[in-house]
């Protein structure tokens, strides 16, 4: 049995009990090492045997979990954050399928509610965004046209970056071509919830340069929009005024 199991964010207490259990129950563990906080890996019992697959190619793990199936052992495949984002996960469920193993998917804490987190910051504020769009920025990797920034851009919802941070010229000039204004606030964050994690502020049109004096190139989010802003609107959920399935609206 394989478990794909999301690591969280960073901390290695941001794990989910589901997830930290399944660790400790592995005889095989193959983990994100580029990504993956290594403190994760004191959930491992005594005698785990433990791959990094930043080493690895597809095919080389996939003979690792094919050699722990003939063996009758466990395997947990550790990525970063959740899976279902970014993780290439994909192609293994395929293969893993055509070989007939079984496996299963635990969630994690994405690093995108980490980076909210550590900003205090609500994504989707009443009256500014109700929408969060996921994307990256176009690199070695094609996006479609129709997912360029520019594109997603015009909407001047709620934007977070991945796998972006060596591409912010690029970026920046598309976040302005595309419809966000240049005061548009915008936060870097480096490492959501890990000790070392850092957090810089600045605007649509300052984030190149941000980027580029902190000397930021790999392992950051970028969040653009007027979510970090200081106007909102009061929601319905909590005001007396508004009637819902569980209490009545104060005349």
Avoid at 87 to 107: R, S, T
Avoid at 186 to 205: D, G, I
Avoid at 212 to 229: D, F, S, Y
Wanted: aromatic share 6%; net charge negative.
């Amino acid at each position: 049995m394989v478990h794909f199991v999301g690591a969280g964010c960073g901390a290695e207490d941001l794990i989910t009990v589901r997830g930290a259990r399944l660790l400790g129950e592995a005889d095989v563990i193959i983990y994100a090492g580029s990504l993956v906080n290594p403190a994760l890996l004191s959930y491992a019992k005594a005698g785990c045997e433990i791959h990094n697959s930043a080493e690895m190619n597809l095919e080389e793990i996939l003979d690792v979990i094919k050699e722990a199936e003939t063996a009758g052992k466990t395997t947990v495949r550790l990525h970063s954050g959740d899976s279902s984002i970014y993780g290439a996960v994909q192609e293994q469920f395929a293969q893993l399928e055509q070989a007939g193993i079984p496996y299963d998917v635990c969630p994690g804490v994405s690093s995108f509610c980490g980076a909210a987190a550590s900003l205090k910051v609500e994504y989707t504020p009443a009256g500014v965004s109700q929408t969060v769009i996921l994307t990256r920025t176009a690199g070695r990797t094609a996006v479609p046209e129709r997912e360029s920034i520019r594109a997603l851009a015009a909407h001047q919802a709620t934007m977070v970056l991945f796998l972006s941070t060596k591409l912010t010229e690029k970026l920046q000039k598309e976040l302005l071509e595309g419809g966000y204004p240049e005061d548009t606030p915008v936060a870097v964050v480096y490492k959501a919830s890990w000790p070392e994690e850092q957090v810089f502020r600045c605007t649509a049109a300052t984030l190149h340069q941000t980027v580029t004096e902190n000397r930021l190139t790999k392992t950051a989010l970028i969040i653009v929009g007027q979510c970090m802003g200081n106007e909102f609107l009061r929601s319905c959920l909590y005001d007396p005024n508004f009637a819902t399935m569980y209490r009545e609206a104060k005349k």
